[in-house]
């Protein structure tokens, strides 16, 4: 008789490799040492862009981004001029289990971006709303089934930073990582396989990243590492509750680095005269020919005719104005360093080559020093506090994995990408990765 496998999927947002190297040498972070002593680990390198959407959408689609056209929490097109939420409405792929590959396979997932509003099927879900509501999850009883095991998970959107003090806000933090990881628990004995995304390492580190630089022998009392320690605790219970039949794979779709500042893209292309204000700061549309994308791509839009309301440039002039913004923009220094902001100015097409490059900013920017990033819409940038940040995002992270499949102890050089998590789930499941998915398995 054939065996059924179980997979368990672990996301820890945000890890940085430098610092899971660091705390499990010292042996702060066990759960995270058991993955790499006892299974296999490597490197993993965000598409593009380091941002979530793209990432998780990869996972759970099994497409790059430039083919599930995900490359922000919002759109970066919108005629109107306001990036609208992205919802399964603009979703061109099937989620792993809608896909005929997992047909038979009980999926459960817990606070992925891209479920929202929840659809449907044979499992279990909690949606990652960008909203408040009391509609997040599938079957609609599963909250109540939940609380009366003492587990109630809670969104992000109700966990929201607005300069409240540190020790307000870092327990509810943690507390829905651990409230995730014991629902994802309580969810596998159900389940074959198990996806819970962990955000309080992303979160903290956005928040507290200045804490880490405060000296090693301060590190410990950081709201970082206490993220890091919780999500570790998570992974521990995982491979307690693990069988021979059982996989845990971890990962993160995305590394943080220290942040200094954000810069405004609008503001450098004003001064280049490609930008045009109003006396109250306000874009003024029809007299600009470019202007900066939605946060977290670091790109930049032409102001087309026939895509925006007050498009000025035509589509006849389309390459020629996206070959200046790029000239005058690679010219363009920080004023606080001096520099050059930008390494290199790229196409879309460049960047992201794909059935979905359409929906990707026209040209996207690659900073010269991680530490100055482009500022984004300025509509959203100012929603969340961006310029409070003392962290971001950077490309490259990790994963690990244990379990039937996987060699104890094996370190992989071959860099990954977030579209082998879903490929590997495929090997682990014993099923064929299908051939339109790009990513190769792990195991």
């Known amino acids: 008789m054939t065996i059924r496998q179980r997979v368990v999927v672990v996301i820890t947002e945000g890890a940085a490799p430098e610092l899971l190297d660091r705390w499990c040498a010292q042996g702060l972070l066990p759960g995270f040492a058991a993955l790499r002593s006892q299974g296999a680990s490597g490197p993993l390198h965000a598409e593009g862009t380091p941002y979530e959407p793209p990432g998780l959408l990869s996972v759970l689609t099994g497409r790059r981004a430039a083919d599930h056209g995900f490359y922000s929490y919002w759109t ?3 005629p109107e001029y306001a990036p609208q939420v992205l919802t399964p409405e603009h979703r061109r792929h099937p989620l792993l289990w809608q896909h005929e590959v ?27 709303p960008m909203y408040a509501t009391l509609h997040a999850c599938h079957p609609r ?23 409240q003090d540190r020790d307000e806000l870092l327990p509810s933090l943690l507390e829905a990582d651990v409230q995730r990881g014991r ?44 993220a890091y320690r919780t999500c570790d605790q998570v992974i521990q219970d995982a491979l307690r509750a693990a069988d021979d039949r059982t996989s845990v794979v971890a990962f993160s779709e995305i590394g943080f680095g220290p942040l200094r500042n954000y810069c405004s893209i609008n503001d450098e292309m004003e001064q280049a005269g490609f930008l045009a204000t109003a006396e109250d700061g306000r874009v003024e549309w029809a007299g600009s020919a470019a202007f900066e994308a939605v946060q977290g791509t ?86 969340v506090h961006r310029d409070w940040q003392s962290g971001w995002h ?27 998590i879903p490929a590997t789930v495929c090997a682990l499941l014993g099923r064929d990765v299908p051939n339109d998915w790009d990513g190769v398995p792990l195991s």
Not at 104 to 127: K, N
């Open 76 to 78: 970066c097109h919108d």
């Open 102 to 128: 997992f047909q038979g396979v009980r999926f459960a997932s817990i606070g992925l971006f891209g479920t929202h509003p929840p659809e449907p099927f044979d499992g279990s879900l909690i949606t990652y």
């Open 141 to 163: 009883s599963l909250q109540r089934t939940l609380a009366k095991k003492g587990i109630r998970p809670v969104h992000d959107v109700s966990i929201f930073w607005t300069g």
């Open 183 to 226: 629902a994802a628990l309580a969810l596998l004995e159900e389940s074959d396989v198990v996806i819970v995304n962990l955000t309080s390492i992303d979160r903290c580190s956005h928040i507290y990243w200045q804490e880490l630089e405060h000296g090693p022998e301060h590190e410990r009392e950081s709201a970082v590492f206490a």
């Open 298 to 383: 670091h790109g930049v839009n032409i102001n087309l005719r026939d895509r925006y309301k007050h498009g000025l440039v035509p589509e006849r002039d389309y390459e020629k104005v996206r070959t200046d913004v790029a000239a005058a923009l690679l010219e363009r220094r920080n004023p606080r360093t001096g520099r050059l902001f930008f390494d290199a100015v790229r196409r879309r097409e460049e960047v992201y080559p794909g059935e979905a490059t359409q929906h990707a900013p026209d040209l996207i920017l690659e900073p010269a020093d991680w530490r100055y990033l482009p500022l984004g819409d300025p509509h959203w940038a100012s929603h």
């Open 394 to 420: 950077r490309r490259e992270s990790y994963w690990s994995a244990v379990g039937p499949g996987f060699t104890g102890g094996a370190r992989q050089t071959r860099t990954a990408a977030p579209v082998d």
